[in-house]
T-cell receptor
Framework: QQQVKQSPQSLIVQKGGISIINCAYE??????FPWYQQFPGKGPALLIA?????SEKKEGRFTISFNKSAKQFSLHIMDSQPGDSATYFC????????????FGKGTLLTVNP | NAGVTQTPKFQVLKTGQSMTLQCAQD?????MSWYRQDPGMGLRLIHY???????DQGEVPNGYNVSRSTTEDFPLRLLSAAPSQTSVYFC???????????FGPGTRLTVT
């Protein structure tokens, strides 16, 4: 049972465009939703995260939109740059004493110059 | 402050061999975990630890052992390597009340 479904698998965007990656979850006990960015040959690094008590969080060109009733959240990258080309993972964490992150399968983003 | 370090970076094993992947962190983090990353599968949790002496299984624990004798170190042992364990392995740590996990650079393991 895949608890966090991520789409699309891959995405090609022109420089300056908007990149949108979507995730859906099933477990309503999840209380923390991070996005990780991974460059080739490197470990994932936290990009931005949101809790379910807010509907949107923005940090620079990166925005998370969160829809609690639909159990969906998405990452928007505004003014996409070639340096944003990477694999992006959404994830979800169940609160309480369970600190395990459940990851989506990842989206390979390519931003063409 | 080196963060999370992993050794080796690359390893080739023959089926049936054993080895230990090393992970260390210098941030005094209580929580450490091991993930494997396979193409199209995302990151899957193997084992995790919430403190020295405490470990638990994740999503894909079979074929792997862990122990946590110190806060800093969290080694992952493959007792009898199988080709299905060919993957990239990431160690991560998290501290205190923060949910942010810090990942190491990974170990690429090939089992022939």
């Amino acid at each position: 049972q895949q608890q966090v479904k991520q789409s699309p698998q891959s995405l090609i965007v022109q420089k300056g465009g908007i990149s949108i990656i979507n995730c859906a979850y099933e477990n309503t006990a999840f209380d923390y939703f991070p996005w990780y960015q991974q460059f080739p040959g490197k470990g994932p690094a936290l990009l931005i995260a949101i809790r379910p008590d807010v509907s949107e969080k923005k940090e620079g060109r990166f925005t998370i939109s969160f829809n609690k009733s639909a159990k969906q959240f998405s990452l928007h990258i505004m003014d996409s740059q070639p340096g944003d080309s990477a694999t992006y993972f959404c994830a979800a964490n169940r609160g309480g004493s369970n600190y395990k992150l459940t990851f989506g399968k990842g989206t390979l983003l390519t931003v063409n110059p | 402050n080196a963060g999370v370090t992993q050794t080796p970076k690359f390893q080739v094993l023959k089926t049936g061999q054993s080895m230990t992947l090393q992970c260390a962190q210098d941030m005094n983090h209580e929580y450490m975990s091991w993930y494997r990353q396979d193409p199209g599968m995302g990151l899957r949790l193997i084992h995790y630890s919430v403190g020295a002496g405490i470990t638990d299984q994740g999503e894909v624990p079979n074929g792997y052992n862990v122990s946590r004798s110190t806060t800093e170190d969290f080694p992952l042992r493959l007792l009898s390597a199988a080709p299905s364990q060919t993957s990239v392995y990431f160690c991560a740590s998290r501290g205190g009340s923060s949910y942010e996990q810090y990942f190491g650079p990974g170990t690429r393991l090939t089992v022939t």
